[in-house]
């Protein structure tokens, strides 16, 4: 026996217990692993933009490779300033430079807010995958407020108020966590409901994280944050992976309200011991991107209009054969509920969403992911699809030969996005 | 009163009670601040490489600009490869891809580390500026060593042996962190010494993290590894931020021996809920540095070469003046120990390195870095001076000038690197 392996278990903080690679990356990388082997897999599983980075972007990125220094913690201070403009401009908010901090990607700085705010958080379920494995990693405790397929698997007033009275008194600030357009459900809180869930949090003294890492992508380029309801407690959450098409270039935004000032402080202490900063070209080239110009908007027109066109053709063909799907509001997700086939399911020995989607992909190669990947009840038959496995290059090129203010033809998908189409008749197929 | 403010305290983790900015990272803030005031600053304060990343790394980024996927959460393939091939051949060790992992600097690798491994650290004082502030942050209990002047400010096997010998018995595998060539000393440990301090960790089940991040700057290409002692229990960090001049690029790597492979895991499983993975062009580019061709080698050489020169010679006159220092063997430190100055420094009222440090740099400009931030003693007046406040760029191609295997001559540092002699004789000024 070697000393040095006896006592693995003993060695590792025991918050990790149960813990694996976050589901997302794992199916992608089973998915390649397929692949690999041969087997035709639609990709259905990973959440990333299936287009390019704007090419003015890019270009921005070959002119700065050779930024060597260290950037101040909180970013470099014309992003910070190009953030704060985005969010003026886009969301008719007032925040400014010094309110804004820069993170290597999104999720590093969902991590650090939970990691320094000294609070329970409360999520909605289903919810994006990373927020719960974060908290239990920090040993920090969750408040689930589960939602339903007729809730639109979104926080309702009316789920947030029965949570509300049931819970015991608090004598100190709160976070809820807020995704809208949502992963992975697609769906967006409509302006009443924002109004309503912003008065009910500040009456309560709770804050707000509001990942808006899809407001860009809604579908209708009419995105609101709840921001606009309650300006002093909430927190925005942006960066470049899903509207810009950077997922692997890894910045996420955080833009606060002046009074939540002392949290951004923390986080960027934490920062300075941990990441350092963000990578120098990535955050130089991100300035182009959050300036927003002409090129900017109209790919964003474009990715816009596909992705809604090739959401709302999903989402009706899976009505139509009984997997229950909301119409998209953003995004490129769905989430499918399979409760009408719960017994053809049961019939074929699967307990679990997770089994359901091994089973899935083995046998028809659609990788799609649990929803017990997104804290839902793992008996319930559920999951998330990303309607993203096209050549996103090609489809812009394609969108950009048709008159701007004029919709995609029908045969648009058949001919662009012909093996989402094919995916999701396999996937009804394997449900008959 | 607001009810969002009224709690702060309370709503943040006492763990951050007590914890700045990481003190590196405000140094290079302050110096900034004082120059836009037209100050004449001499920025021996933050530990950045001074030369610029070599063109052949630049070009390699320019060309993989529009590389967008989030790449696998350990991090690419080819790098992962490059990065061992580095270690078998830099440093004779066995190491192979799959036991490689990329972060986003190996700052963030090490928080990892100590995230997951369940044990208190075992460090030297003085030591590099973020273990400590990590471990707090975490709620970590640490063990520091304290070394000397006589030590040369390194571990020593006594040192090690008289700390074994009163810790209480452990029931668990330990962490011992190494950092050599050494920041903030510019000293390496002794073949022997690594011998022995190998065989008595190996002895006492105590695994060791050996940050050998300037280990390609040690100024006689002559780096050896602990890992050549104690394979089976040493995990060496490395990155582009010192030897490649890229602090700004964000990106570190750790090699792992086989048998710790099970660290390697835990830390991917919080890498993927954290930073995801480290960002796509920054990976691609670091392949060409990690592969060490000519032009790699050529510039680590020149680097060695200027730096040795001018480390010496600061050295020297510092001595000379009596402030005691080693000359340096590697990267571009020098620690200062003015305790010969002992009585003029408390005749001007000063109590700790910090008012030190701060009453130089208000007096002659002169940024050199507490030791205290090393976590030494706050009483003890000593202090950190990063000899690198030339233009790199122009020095290397000013060295290029000169036949490799010729020294530099006399004249080289008055001209190239008068700013750095010239901000010594100040410091050395202050004291008389």
């Known amino acids: 026996m070697n000393a040095l392996t006896w006592n693995q278990n003993e060695s590792i903080n025991p918050n990790l217990n149960g813990l694996e690679q976050s589901d997302t990356l794992a199916i992608n990388e089973r998915s390649k692993e397929l692949m690999a082997t041969g087997k035709k897999v639609y990709r259905f599983g990973l959440g990333q933009s299936p287009f390019p980075v704007p090419r003015c972007v890019v270009e921005a990125l070959r002119l700065n490779a050779d930024q060597k220094d260290y950037l101040p913690v909180k970013g470099l201070l014309q992003l910070r300033e190009a953030v704060a403009e985005f969010h003026r401009k886009k969301d008719n908010i007032n925040v400014t430079a010094e309110h804004v901090i820069i993170g290597p990607g999104s999720k590093e700085l969902v991590f650090l807010l939970q990691l320094v705010f000294n609070s329970d958080i409360i999520i909605t379920s289903p919810c994006w995958v990373s927020y719960v494995p974060q908290a239990k990693i920090i040993g920090k405790g969750i408040d689930v407020i589960h939602s339903s397929f007729e809730d639109k698997w979104q926080l309702t007033p009316a789920l947030f108020r029965g949570y509300l009275k049931n819970r015991g008194k608090k004598d100190r600030l709160s976070l809820l966590i807020l995704n809208y357009p949502g992963n992975p459900d697609g769906v967006s809180l409509a302006e009443d409901a924002l109004k309503e869930i912003a008065a009910l949090a500040r009456e309560n003294n709770i804050i707000i994280l509001s990942d808006e890492i899809y407001g860009q992508l809604n579908h209708s380029g009419q995105h609101v944050s709840i921001a606009k309801y309650y300006p002093e407690g909430t927190i925005i959450s942006s960066g470049l992976s899903k509207w810009c098409g950077a997922g692997g270039w890894r910045l996420g935004t955080f833009a606060f309200p002046k009074n939540l000032q002392w949290i951004l402080e923390k986080m960027a202490i934490v920062a300075s011991e941990t990441y350092t900063s963000v990578s120098a070209p990535i955050q130089f080239a991100a300035v182009k991107a959050f300036k ?9 027109w474009q990715s816009r209009k596909i992705l809604a066109k090739i959401g709302n053709e999903c989402a009706g063909k ?115």
Chains 1, 2 share one sequence.
């Open 318 to 432: 899976l009505n139509n054969a009984g997997i229950k799907t909301h119409a998209p509001v953003g995004g490129f997700y769905l989430f499918l509920d399979f409760s009408n086939f719960f017994e053809t399911i049961q019939s074929r020995g699967i307990k679990t969403s997770k089994e359901l989607c091994t089973a899935i992909l083995n046998d028809t190669g659609v990788a799609v992911l649990q929803g017990s990947s997104f804290n839902c009840r793992a008996d319930l038959f559920t999951a998330r699809m990303a309607y993203i496995d096209f050549d996103g290059a090609r489809v812009l090129a394609a969108a950009r030969t048709i008159p701007v203010h004029q919709a995609l033809p029908d045969t648009f998908t058949k001919i662009y996005c012909s093996k989402v189409l094919e995916g999701v008749d396999q996937l009804i197929h394997w449900f008959q």
């Open 292 to 300: 927003c110009g002409g090129e900017i908007e109209e790919y964003l």
